[in-house]
DNA sequence: GCGAATGTTCGCTT
DNA sequence: CAAGCGAACATTCG
């Protein structure tokens, strides 16, 4: 459950099954997907805490503490987060298990255990990473003369600065494809080759692709948790990820895939320039 | 069997 | 020294 549209709806569906709910134990099966501090404390720190705020930085998701407390989440590639009753038989691949007051569990699932997990104190340094994050998408300060100027002295393509978390935080390989083609620029153009239209176009693009989609995954609690979590809903409205080779919707041109970043990008030769 | 997969970090080479 | 690669993490799927 990666990008920012994803983390949100998680995000949103979880939400009102966390507040006010009291951590009665819990039990850590993969101590691998704790980043810190140890299992030991991770477990004495959250047992007896109750949640004020289910929170989202970018793709970080964090659990916070009437106490001030708080985990942090990564879901990295595969990681999922669900509410489900004790009496529910846990999924292949989970690794934590958070017990609530009111019979449910916060189960953290993840194949490929890329994920991590970091529960902090009060005041504490946060090590997650999370506080090197840029902007939100939302933010109002997201505008053609931000990114201009994050752009200024760069060659690298528009696509990795997309990507880069520290200047916009949220955005994946699969929107940062969505939002280049929506903006009608190539995802290997050089940062400093873009025009101002460029930027006015792709500062328009971001929160509005973003926003779409976090619209479009919109589902809830119930099939939230029938799809155990797993629901891609936003598939059927991409225009270029994952369609390399198919017809441009828009023209008809053969969308051309290309390896940036050691991404695989999408894009439509003819609509981007 | 091989390559790729919604992410990030580290280490090595330009 | 910055930028830009590939590898690593680990598993599943086509």
């Known amino acids: 459950m990666p990008e920012l549209p994803e983390v949100e709806t998680v995000r949103r569906v979880l939400e009102p ?32 805490q109750s949640i004020a705020a289910f929170a989202r930085h970018g793709k970080f998701l964090r659990l916070l503490f009437e ?4 985990l942090t989440i990564h879901l990295r590639m595969t990681g999922c987060l669900t509410v489900q009753p ?58 053609a003369v931000f990114l201009q100027d994050k752009c200024r002295n760069s060659k690298k393509p528009v696509k990795s600065m997309l990507l880069d978390q520290s200047i916009v935080a949220g955005i994946g390989n699969i929107y940062s494809d969505e939002i280049l083609f929506a903006a009608g620029i190539r995802p290997d153009k050089p940062c400093n080759m ?14 509005e692709r973003l926003a779409f989609f976090i619209e479009k995954n919109a589902i809830s609690f119930e099939e939230y948790a029938l799809s155990k979590g797993k629901d891609y809903r936003n598939t059927p409205y991409l225009c270029v990820y994952g369609r390399g080779g198919e017809p441009c919707l828009v023209c008809g041109t053969t969308l051309q895939r290309l390896v940036l970043g050691g991404r695989s990008s999408v894009f439509c030769p003819h609509c981007q320039r």
């Open 194 to 207: 873009l025009t101002d239209s460029d930027f006015e176009r792709l500062a328009a693009a971001i929160p």
């Open 17 to 48: 099954y966390l507040l006010k709910k009291t951590i009665t134990g819990v039990q850590i099966h993969n101590a691998q997907v704790i980043a810190a501090p140890s299992p030991e404390q991770c477990i004495a720190g959250m047992t007896g």
């Open 86 to 143: 004790q009496t529910v038989p846990t999924e292949k691949h989970t690794h934590i298990v958070i017990a609530l007051d009111d019979g449910n569990e916060l189960r953290y699932q993840d194949v490929r255990r890329l994920g991590k997990l970091w529960f902090a104190r009060h005041g504490e340094e946060d090590i997650s990473g999370a506080k090197e994050l840029g902007i939100e998408p939302f933010d109002s300060a997201l505008n």
């Open 67 to 70: 106490s001030g407390d708080y």
